[in-house]
């Protein structure tokens, strides 16, 4: 794939972000997990760069330090099994996999089979709730 066409890929898998259903998935040593992600906003073309809000509290945070590898899936409107299985959230030790198709490209976050696209991500700064 040319270095055209990787970018038309990017842009159209940044273009879907504002209105589109979001899985994401993180891996920390052999443990794996993931999470309905509801909001999700790109904030940069270049560098690529997206937004990505997580509930306060939740134990995936723990994971998604700066520098933390990602993947975040973006679903069609009709995958409503992937919100439901995911829409609850996981503990860190509970398998998030289970029924699911993934790949696991050189140790990688999870990649839903049947995503429409994926961004593979890093954690660049984080903010909390009262954070300026």
């Known amino acids: 794939m040319s270095a055209g066409d990787e970018q038309k890929h990017l842009g159209a898998a940044l273009g879907r972000i504002p209105s589109g259903l979001f899985i994401l998935t993180a891996r920390q040593g052999d443990a794996e997990t993931g999470m309905l992600a509801s909001w999700v906003q790109q904030c940069s073309f270049e560098p690529p760069q997206v937004t990505v809000a997580v ?3 939740r134990d995936i945070t723990a994971w998604l330090t700066d520098g933390a590898p990602f993947t975040l899936n973006i679903l069609d409107d009709s995958q409503t099994d992937m919100l439901i299985h995911f829409g609850r959230g996981f503990d860190l030790d509970e398998p998030a996999f289970e029924g699911v198709g993934v790949k696991r490209p050189k140790g990688a976050a ?8 994926y961004l593979e991500c890093r954690v660049v700064g984080r903010c909390s709730a009262g954070d300026h």
């Open 55 to 57: 509930k306060k509290g």
């Open 110 to 117: 999870p990649i839903l089979t049947d995503a429409l696209a």
